[in-house]
């Protein structure tokens, strides 16, 4: 007979990718689901903040039964000592943006195994979905880790390919890698049980490491190429939306460009719009990009509907005036 293993799930409290983890492992045949350590009570992962759906893992867990702790200090003592009662071969880890510390890690009877949104040792670190756009990433794959005590620093259990064609928006890959480790960890649960899954030691000269994306990293700048703009604006969607700024202070989200521009448009400097009938375009270092929609009040809207982009208006990247 096949024994199973018991589990602790730590994701945050509105992840779109422990709620699919949740309900397959408290579904599972070979998984006892202990517990979902989540969110400290007040607090969400910001990936999922603007999205339209939302999901409440605390409510989805007690729902099927599955004890819930939401502990402001993951790893205090108080919290160990009860991860540890509960007596896991396993810690999944799956969107939970805390560090677990050595004690934490060390009270499954096996291992932790942390699924993460990147190809591994490349795009450690925070938002991967949102720096593979950025740098146009074709070659995508979410990677299962052992956890260790460095940020993302574990052997490869397991690693998934997700072939991309480098213009997806930030969104789209994310929601590609939500599923992607889903499937992943589907088939790595029969190996969790035989104790039968590898090691791999990952690469440090391959390693390239990210933080979460700040301010300035959705601040366009049209002295980049085409091809460069065209990344970022993506990487930007769908919220808070890379950004530019007019002549008079104000900040305007581009939600989504293209590269298809008329021949007659003349060379000009870099962030200079052009409008050509009912379509408006920006010049960037190399040439034109043609700006389909934006933000406005919140709602992603054809350009020529805003009217802050005006023909001869110059977008830049310079400092914000307060709006």
Not at 62 to 77: F, I, Y
Not at 135 to 155: C, F, Q, Y
Not at 157 to 181: D, K
Not at 208 to 221: A, N, T, V
Request: glycine residues 6%.
């Amino acid at each position: 007979m096949t024994e199973s293993i018991r589990v602790v799930l730590f994701s945050e409290v509105n992840s779109k990718l422990g709620a699919p983890f949740l309900d397959m492992l408290h579904g599972h045949p070979l998984v006892e689901l202990a517990a979902v350590v989540t969110s400290a009570p007040g607090r969400t992962c910001g990936y999922f903040d603007a999205d339209a759906d939302q999901v409440d893992l605390e409510q989805r867990a007690t729902a099927l039964g599955v004890p819930v702790l939401r502990p402001h200090d993951v790893n205090s003592p108080e919290v160990v000592e009860r991860v540890r009662q509960l007596a896991p071969d396993y810690l999944i880890v799956g969107n939970f943006q805390r560090i677990l510390k050595p004690r934490l890690l060390a009270t499954p009877k096996v291992t932790c195994v942390n699924f993460h949104p990147s190809p591994l040792p490349r795009y450690a670190g925070l938002a991967p979905f949102y720096w593979m756009v950025r740098n146009g990433e074709t070659d995508g794959a979410v990677t299962a880790i052992e956890m260790a005590p460095g940020l993302d620093t574990g052997a490869i259990i397991a690693q998934h390919r997700t072939p991309l064609t480098g213009r997806e928006t930030a969104l789209e890959l994310r929601t590609v890698q939500e599923r992607a480790n889903v499937l992943m960890l589907l088939d790595l649960i029969p190996q969790l049980v035989e104790r039968s899954f590898p090691r791999v030691p990952q690469d440090p000269a391959g390693r390239s490491y990210f933080s979460r994306p700040g301010e300035d990293d959705y601040r366009l700048d049209f002295a980049c190429s085409t091809h460069e703009v065209s990344c970022h604006v993506r990487a930007g969607y769908r919220h808070p939306g890379a950004f530019a700024v007019t002549t008079a202070g104000e900040r305007v989200p581009v939600l989504s460009v293209d590269a298809a521009v008329p021949q007659e448009l003349p060379t000009a400097a870099p962030g200079t719009v052009r409008r050509v009938g009912a379509r408006l375009f920006v010049a960037c270092r190399d040439g034109w990009l043609r700006l389909l929609t934006v933000e406005r009040d919140g709602q992603e809207v054809p350009a020529q509907a805003h009217p802050a982009l005006t023909d001869g208006q110059s977008l830049s990247a310079s400092a914000l005036q307060s709006t």
